[in-house]
């Protein structure tokens, strides 16, 4: 770290797929926090791994397994105590990494076995701070014997047996860059919602396709004060609410309901 002293018994674990583009904020952001590097890649071919291996990381090749299993992997060849689990795409903020500087400064790491914080997003020119995208609390920082991966397709989750506590400071997430790159998610996202749906035998509901649509807009626009993210946050409430829409009519196509055979 800055004045020399070593930094916390932390692994940064990451998975990669040609993200050399946006690698290089995540890793400098994380710069005197973390012992040791762990990048687990499936198939890189833009320069990644040796952008990965400039900046001291370990590379695991791995084959894709899906989100959770991914990070699992990186996780099992962490060799700290603790594991800071991050994507490329995001960035610890100086309050976020002073606050981790403190809570293993002053012993808390002894008590606890994860800790929480804020998750914040850029999202056209600006970062929002309100609707459904701010607070995103997130659990990122566990003691890796006590963690474990869980969640689906698209979205992974993080468990960890024991205490938690939440740390001041923002995790910075510029996962959607342009409109494009969160239109591109709807699909993916209706497609995983479908299969939970059909899994739990939930059949299509005309209430349901309208009225979860105005929910989800009404609640981040009004509720939880999304105008104040200026058009962006419009905008977000918006979108929000049409892949809500998509999700819900996805069961409908399914179920063929109201179709005639020619």
Not at 41 to 64: L, N, Y
Not at 133 to 152: F, I, S
Not at 194 to 199: G, H, K, M, N, T
Not at 243 to 249: A, E, G, K, Q
Request: charged fraction near 25%.
């Amino acid at each position: 770290m800055k004045d020399g002293k070593e930094p916390p018994p932390i692994s940064l674990a990451i998975t990669s797929l040609n993200e050399v583009n946006r690698l290089g904020k995540c890793l400098a952001s994380t710069a005197g926090l973390v012992r040791e590097i762990i990048l687990v890649d499936s198939g890189s071919t833009d320069g990644t791994i040796r952008f990965a291996e400039e900046s001291g990381a370990r590379i695991i090749s791995q084959k894709w397994l899906g989100h959770s299993a991914q990070k699992q992997v990186a996780i099992d060849h962490c060799s700290q105590p603790w594991v800071l689990i991050l994507d490329c795409d995001e960035e610890i903020s100086e309050e976020l990494k002073g606050s981790i500087v403190r809570f293993f400064d002053s012993g808390d790491a002894d008590w606890f076995h994860g800790c929480r914080f804020n998750r914040k997003v850029r999202f056209l020119g600006r970062w929002i701070t309100h609707g459904d995208w701010y607070p995103d609390t997130k659990l990122r920082l566990v003691r890796r014997e006590k963690a474990r991966m869980e969640g689906n397709a698209t979205h992974d989750t993080v468990m960890v047996q024991g205490s938690v506590k939440f740390l001041k400071g923002d995790l910075l997430h510029d996962s959607y860059p342009t409109i494009q790159s969160y239109l591109d998610k709807i699909g993916p996202f209706s497609d995983e919602f479908l299969a939970r749906q059909v899994q739990e035998g939930r059949s299509w509901s005309l209430a349901a396709n309208l009225s979860r649509p105005l929910w989800r807009f009404f609640r981040a626009y009004f509720l939880r004060l999304g105008f104040l993210d200026g058009f962006p946050g419009f905008w977000i409430a918006y979108a929000t609410a049409f892949s809500v829409f998509i999700r819900y009519s996805r069961s409908f196509d399914h179920q063929g309901t109201g179709r005639t055979e020619t």
